[in-house]
């Protein structure tokens, strides 16, 4: 740190978990105070059970600490707090441990104190359990002189320890809470109509209105939820609406409903704060010139001096049944970094529901929520040159400010890091966004992970994005067990991802379990032969390639082939077609199959051009491949393809119709009037020429003309 001085940086934890890490000097000192500020930290860490990692103290049963550490919350909460350890905190950290013991302690404390000492409590009962506590919580709940607050989270208690009888019971108590034509909508289960009529019921000014939604949630039976569901999505984080989303999310993280949770997690990283408060007061949102102070200036005449005073007037508008402003900038950060506390609690206990949780947060974002990556460039100026020139750059990758999502995939990164009090993650030095990424477990808690592998295996199944399936694909390569159990279905599906690094990850999955072997794997090979993985695409055809004979026989197979979005597959397709002999049922059945594909084609699909380009490379191999049969096509089928608004697949008509053994005296006037009204200008000109260019008689061409005209059919007909 320089000559003589030094710094105390410090890393402490429990073993298996991450490490919290900081340091206990701003700035360099002397090597005698440097001493001194460590020996005080390690002692203090001793005296609170932590060991320093491989010292030669007489190791202790895990046991230990735990049960000190139990010893000191039940002490604690016998005496009533300490200056030190605050009563409400140690009944907090008693739920949050579910010490049973400390159940009666807790009841006893109860109208003690505050309307917060009695939350606390009714929080902590719900997680310490037992038939007292049930008691003691539907006491709290029903007394009427309970504070509103109490009474909710004392609800949650009670749900979370009662039996479905009793959920039932408690269910049936909120419904007939409800507005009387909401009331009847969720009782018949009506979903559709309820989630209307819950809009329009919303759709007022009148505040009190909003309470419903918090009554819905502790209904949360199937039509409740989703009609919820649709609000937590889109209402604005404003008045009326965030209040009482604000419950709702604590109430989420009390029961551990991961859905819930992340939602409204998702909203909190999305939506801006409405305002920011500062040490003078509040700006009217929408008025430049109005604004809430917290104080303001008084002059005392005796004392001829200005005195700040303050004023309530801030205060009194937040707690107004019709307040103008929620959701500060302030309140934002606060309920941005209680999202992670609640993972992060979860995952240094160990407790599988991190994961569960962690898992819905991931599945919250998609592809289309990346940003443009950003670099700033920072600048020094250069004596030599007598310019300034860039001596570093900061840049911040594509999800770089999404929090809760960076903590989850990336707190153990090499390549990205975050800073408290800023707004994004950035690049560490040395690592460029797009860049390789390390081999290293970035992720928090990655045994937790591995632990529970179904819930990557979700990811990879439902997430649309990109560096959650790296994260989940890489998380699951270590986990071998699970993965020799996967079915085949479920390969399928990860074979048929859009993203290259699952498909790789299927395909290897369908080799080390010998999936590759027709007829016995013909959907896994199909869905090989058609994923976005090249080398994975190239194995299939082998495979295939070796069993052409028999594949010759599956119409279905080789339809799927020469359709491909792929163009290495439909060019395999047309190889194992050329010099072939295909029985006639057969092709005829392959050709009825890639028309009425052909048919289904719209300009939409894909991209227009693609479309077109993969439109025509179909009929062309059609044309090569089959033209006898082509010449026998149903006059029907033509007429359809004329049709279609894709020009090639006109045109691929057109070329049927030009080559048909009907002569073209015989052609109905339908299929002529559709050729010149093509608005394919090229096709229409130079198919209507070679029509009527077309021999007419039979003795000029290779197959006799039928007797009778054929009509064109309004069904495909080969």
């Not at 408060?277 to 102070?293: F, K, L, M, Q, T």
């Amino acid at each position: 740190m320089g000559e003589n001085l030094y710094s105390v940086n410090f890393r402490y934890g429990r073993r298996g978990a991450n490490l919290k890490e900081g340091t206990k000097t701003d700035t360099a000192v002397p090597l005698t105070q440097a001493e001194k500020v460590f020996d005080k930290l390690v002692a203090e860490k001793v005296k609170k059970g932590y060991r320093e990692v491989g010292s030669d103290a007489p190791s202790q049963p895990d046991a230990a600490p735990a049960a000190t550490r139990e010893e000191a919350i039940l002490n604690n909460i016998a005496a009533g707090g300490s200056p030190k350890w605050p009563l409400e905190r140690a009944i907090w950290r008693a739920g949050e441990l579910k010490i049973a013991e400390a159940g009666p302690g807790l009841i006893n404390l109860i109208v003690t104190g505050e309307g917060l000492r009695d939350y606390c409590i009714a929080w902590s009962l719900g997680w310490c359990g037992g038939e007292s506590s049930v008691e003691a919580l539907t006491r709290l709940y029903r007394n009427p002189a309970s504070a509103e607050f109490v009474a909710r989270i004392a609800f949650e208690g009670m749900r979370s320890l009662a039996d479905e009888a009793d959920r039932s019971r408690l269910q049936f108590e909120i419904i007939e809470l409800l507005p009387p034509h909401l009331r009847e909508l969720v009782t018949n289960g009506n979903a559709e109509a309820f989630s209307a009529a819950l809009k329009i019921y919303l759709d007022s000014q009148d505040s009190s209105r909003f309470a419903v939604l918090d009554r819905l949630y502790q209904i949360d039976s199937e039509c409740a939820r989703s009609g919820l569901l649709d609000i937590l999505k889109t209402a604005p984080l404003q008045p009326n609406y965030f209040k009482q989303i604000r419950h709702i999310f604590k109430m989420a993280e009390y029961r551990l409903d991961a859905e819930v949770f992340a939602i409204i997690a998702r909203r909190f990283e999305d939506e801006k704060a409405m305002y920011r408060r500062n040490h003078y007061g509040v700006r009217i949102p929408g008025d430049d010139y109005a604004y809430w102070s917290n104080s303001e200036w008084v002059y005392n005449e005796k004392t001829n001096e200005c005195k700040e005073v303050e004023t309530n007037e801030l205060l009194n508008e937040m707690q107004s049944p019709n307040a103008r402003i929620a959701y500060s900038s302030n309140t934002r950060e606060y309920l941005l970094r209680r999202v992670w506390r609640t993972l992060k609690q979860l995952g240094e206990e160990g407790d599988a529901d991190y994961a569960n949780m962690a898992a819905s947060i991931l599945l919250q974002y998609v592809d289309s929520d990346a940003e443009e990556v950003v670099r700033n460039p920072h600048y020094q100026w250069d004596s030599s040159t007598y310019t300034y020139v860039v001596s570093h750059a900061v840049e911040w990758d594509i999800f770089a400010g999404y929090l809760t999502f960076n903590r989850i995939l990336y707190e153990n990164s090499p390549r990205y890091v975050y800073f408290p009090n800023t707004e994004a993650w950035r690049c560490r030095e040395g690592y460029k966004p797009g860049d390789p990424e390390p081999e290293v477990r970035e992720k928090a808690f990655p045994e937790i992970w591995e632990q529970n592998p179904d819930r990557l295996l979700q990811l990879v199944l439902e997430s649309n994005c990109r560096s959650v399936h790296h994260f989940a694909v890489k998380a699951l390569k270590s986990c071998p067990y699970f993965l020799a159990e996967i079915d085949v279905s479920t390969i399928v599906k990860i074979i048929d991802s859009p993203y290259e690094i699952t498909a790789e990850f299927g395909c290897n999955l369908a080799v080390q379990n010998q999936y590759n072997r027709y007829p016995e794997h013909r959907e896994v090979i199909l869905a090989i032969v058609n994923c976005v993985f090249p080398s994975g695409r190239e194995s299939a055809c082998s495979w295939l390639e070796e069993q052409r004979d028999r594949i010759l026989k599956d119409s279905e197979l080789i339809a799927t082939l020469i359709t491909s979005l792929y163009e290495d597959v439909r060019e395999f397709a047309r190889r194992i077609l050329s010099n072939v002999a295909m029985s006639d049922g057969t092709a005829k059945v392959l050709i009825g199959r890639i028309i009425a594909h052909l048919l289904a084609f719209e300009a939409t699909d894909i991209y227009p051009t693609q479309t077109s380009i993969l439109a025509g490379e179909i009929a062309e191999t059609l044309l090569w491949c089959f033209p006898d049969r082509l010449r026998r096509l149903g006059l029907g089928v033509i007429l359809d393809l004329l049709k279609h608004p894709i020009a090639q697949i006109q045109e691929f008509g057109a070329n049927i119709l030009l080559n048909h053994e009907i002569p073209a005296v015989d052609l109905p006037p339908e299929l002529i009037e559709s050729l010149i009204a093509s608005p394919y200008e090229p096709m229409s000109l130079r198919s209507s020429k070679a029509m009527f260019d077309r021999p007419c008689c039979g003795i000029d061409r290779p197959y006799s003309t039928p007797t009778r005209t054929p009509q064109a059919s309004s069904s495909p007909t080969l």
